[in-house]
């Protein structure tokens, strides 16, 4: 069982219906966010932890190889209905910094 890091450090079990479930609310069609979700399980298979920001790069990497679109529509929706940036601290994530 993987478990997930969020944020503010709580921790849960990898739900892989969560992550189809946001795939599907930026666009992505249902045989898509399955076999998103599939490969990203693929890549953290194995391990006991994998942070949120971690899977929202792997999500919007994936995203992004479906159509700019459907990356931006996750950037969009983050901004305007969870308030956050998550775009920006995966760019920092990524550089090392956090």
Avoid: F, Q
């Avoid at 993987?2 to 969560?18: A, F, H």
């Avoid at 599907?24 to 949120?52: F, M, P, T, W, Y």
């Amino acid at each position: 069982m993987v478990v997930v890091v969020k944020r503010n450090g709580r921790t849960e079990e990898y739900i892989p219906e969560k992550l189809i479930v946001s795939l599907l609310k930026n666009g992505a069609s249902v045989e898509d966010a399955r076999r998103i979700e599939r490969e990203i399980r693929s890549v953290i298979e194995g391990r006991e932890r994998v942070s949120s920001l971690e899977l929202a790069a792997l999500a919007l990497k994936k995203l992004g190889e479906l159509g700019e679109e459907y990356r931006l529509s996750w950037i969009y929706y983050d901004i305007n209905h969870k308030r956050r940036r998550t775009d920006l601290e995966i760019e920092k994530y990524l550089r090392g910094g956090g």
